[in-house]
């Protein structure tokens, strides 16, 4: 089986088995081997009390690319360690758009760094996760 094809199922097989990010309108735009990007709009419900989408939004449209880029080379793969900075504000009506990379893989640990864009191309969030590779294998 083709791995950018393999990868794509298992993905698929993650996002029908992930009622969160379904229900944050994520939608997948680019996939494969240690690599997934996902783009959504926020919504007004996604705001906080300033009027700006509440840190959680950025940080789980890119813990959800970072899920689906570490998994993606067919082993599970469980986040340890997470951080992101928030460089600028988004607003209801912004559309996201989150990429996420693989910069180290190896037997066990695999990093992966996520750039967080708007509809402008303006960087607004950089997130940086550590994996933990399990020996399991997903079936596809």
């Known amino acids: 089986m083709e791995e950018k094809n393999r990868a794509s199922l298992i993905i698929s097989r993650m996002y029908e088995n ?5 229900w944050m309108g ?8 240690g690599f997934c990007t996902l783009r959504m709009t926020v919504r007004p419900e996604m705001t906080n009390g300033f ?8 940080y789980s449209l890119a813990d959800s690319a970072l899920a689906f880029a570490s998994n993606s080379r067919g082993q ?8 992101i900075s928030h460089l600028a504000p988004v607003s209801a009506g912004d559309v996201l758009t989150a990429r996420a990379r693989e910069q180290h893989l190896g037997p066990r640990l ?11 191309g303006a960087l607004v969030a950089l997130f940086k996760g550590t994996v933990y590779r399990k020996r399991e294998e997903w079936s596809v």
Do not use: K
């Open 18 to 22: 992930d009622p969160f990010s379904q």
């Open 26 to 33: 994520m939608e997948r735009v680019e996939e494969g081997e």
């Open 110 to 120: 695999a990093h992966y760094e996520v750039n967080i864009t708007n509809q402008n």
């Open 51 to 58: 009027g700006l989408a509440h840190g959680g939004i950025t």
């Open 76 to 83: 599970h793969a469980l986040s340890i360690e997470t951080s």
